[in-house]
C-alpha cells in the first residue's frame, strides 16, 4: 500500500471522502459474495474490502495533525476485543450467546459514555431496512411503532407500513434488509428467466 500510495498519481490524490464510493461498493460485493459467492469470491471479496482499510490507513499517516496507520489501527482493535471479551480475556463467565452480548454491551456502553442518546454512534447512512432495525433495536420499549393502515393511501403511511413490517421482523429474529435483498434476487432470477 505504501508503495502505490507514494508511486501512483492516482492513489497520490485520493481523500478518505474520495474513496467512501468505494467503501460502500466493496462492502456491498462482500455481502453478496457471503450470500450467493463461492469461498473464492468471498476470499477476494475481502481482500478488496482489507485494501479499503489500508487505503484509509495510509491516507491518515500522511496527516500533519493527527496521524495514524495500520499499526494504529489493529492496535486500536485489539485492545477493544480483549475489553469487549472479559469471558476470553479476563474473569467474567459467559456460557450462552445472551451472556456474551451482555459482556459486550457493558464493555460497548463503558466506552461510549459520552453519548447522550441511545440513537447516538448508528451511523445514518446505513440502508433504510437496516437503518430503521438498528434504530428500533436501540429504542425498544421506548417508543411506539406506528400501526399501518391495510393499505397505505400516502408516502407517510407507506413509511409507517414499512417501519411496522421492520419491527414484526426484529421481533421475529429476521433480517429485514437481507430478506428483501434476497427476495429481489428472486425477482431478478424470474426477470431473466422472462428474457428481460
Known sequence: MREVRERCVWSQQITHRDLVPYLIEESHEVIDAVENGSR?????????????????????AQDPEHPFDIDDVA?????????R?????????ARTPDEVLVHWNA???????TRRSALDGIPRGMPA???????LGRV????????????????????DALLALVARARESGWDAERALRERLRALE????????
Not at 75 to 83: A, H, P, S, Y
Not at 85 to 93: L, Q, S, Y
Not at 107 to 113: S, T
Request: no cysteine; proline share 5%.
Open 129 to 135: 431496512l437496516a437503518l430503521a432495525q438498528k434504530m
Open 40 to 60: 473464492a469470491d468471498l476470499a477476494e471479496e475481502l481482500g478488496d474490502l482489507l485494501w479499503q482499510v489500508l487505503f484509509h490507513s495510509a491516507i491518515a
Open 85 to 93: 471479551h472479559p469471558h476470553v480475556f479476563g474473569d467474567a463467565v
Open 75 to 83: 492496535r486500536g482493535l485489539n485492545e477493544k476485543m480483549v475489553r
Open 189 to 196: 432470477d424470474e426477470a431473466r428467466a422472462a428474457g428481460t
Open 107 to 113: 464493555a460497548k456502553a463503558a466506552e461510549k459514555r
Open 140 to 159: 425498544s420499549g421506548e417508543v411506539a411503532v406506528p400501526t399501518p393502515s391495510a393499505s397505505p393511501a400516502s408516502e407517510a403511511e407507506l413509511g
